[in-house]
């Protein structure tokens, strides 16, 4: 079946430490998102992306990085720079019929 | 102005009541409109579309105007499963714009 994989659903880590979030999609969807979500709040856009090797910031891209090298995957980098990291991060890709979004990750700084 | 803008709620309704939800978007020129819901700690899923004649689904009935520039979402006969936050969300070209959410629960 067709869907959007994110991994790993919890993970931990330590402050000052890089993690990658991995999302991956197998609908053929050329665009993608990342997005964070906390507690009691809407959807945050981080990054996106309308095509290979091509990516745009959103609204709170400070301290994230992405990469799109195959139209498949979309990996998030959190870097130490994001200040206040925990969150619940979604990952969507979209058609015009509206976005299809992964199971998201869970991070927490410890 | 933000592109998308929903009442929080939150909405506490008792078993059998009927409930309704707007969203306003401030781009005119927006294309297609969704309604997600999402349980708590899980990710939005797809409830459905909204059609310019409007469109029902069982219980659930989604309206589109253009005119005022607001999506509805109505709920008939309101059951315990439907608690959860229903997020309105707008197509402008190349980007999705959510609302933050209306948060429902379903009283028995």
């Known amino acids: 079946d067709g869907g959007i994989t994110q991994s790993p659903k919890y993970l931990f880590r330590k402050e000052g430490q890089n993690v990658t979030l991995s999302c991956e999609q197998n609908?053929?969807?050329?665009?993608m998102y990342w997005y964070r979500q906390d507690p009691g709040q809407g959807l945050r856009l981080i990054y996106y992306s309308q095509i290979v090797n091509d990516f745009q910031k959103g609204d709170i891209a400070e301290g994230y990085s992405v990469s799109r090298e195959k139209k498949e995957s979309f990996p998030l980098t959190v870097t130490s720079a994001q200040k206040n990291p925990t969150a619940f991060y979604l990952c969507?890709?979209?058609?015009?019929?509206?976005?299809?979004f992964g199971s998201g990750t869970r991070l927490t700084v410890v | 102005r933000k592109e998308v803008e929903q009442d929080p709620g939150p909405f506490n309704v008792p078993e059998g009541a009927t409930v309704a939800f707007n969203c306003t978007y401030s781009n005119s020129a927006s294309q297609s409109f969704f309604w997600y819901r999402q349980d708590c700690r899980k990710e939005p899923k797809l409830l459905m579309s909204v059609y310019s004649s409007g469109n029902e689904d069982g219980r659930f009935t989604a309206q589109l105007n253009r005119a005022s520039q607001y999506i509805s979402l109505l709920i008939r006969d309101s059951k315990l499963s439907d608690s959860a936050t229903y997020l309105c969300?707008?197509?402008?070209?190349?980007?999705?714009?959510f609302g933050t959410g209306t948060s429902l629960t379903v009283i028995p």
């Open positions: 969300v707008v197509n402008s070209g190349a980007q999705f714009y």
């Open positions: 609908l053929n969807h050329d665009a």
């Open positions: 969507a890709s979209s058609t015009r019929g509206g976005y299809t």
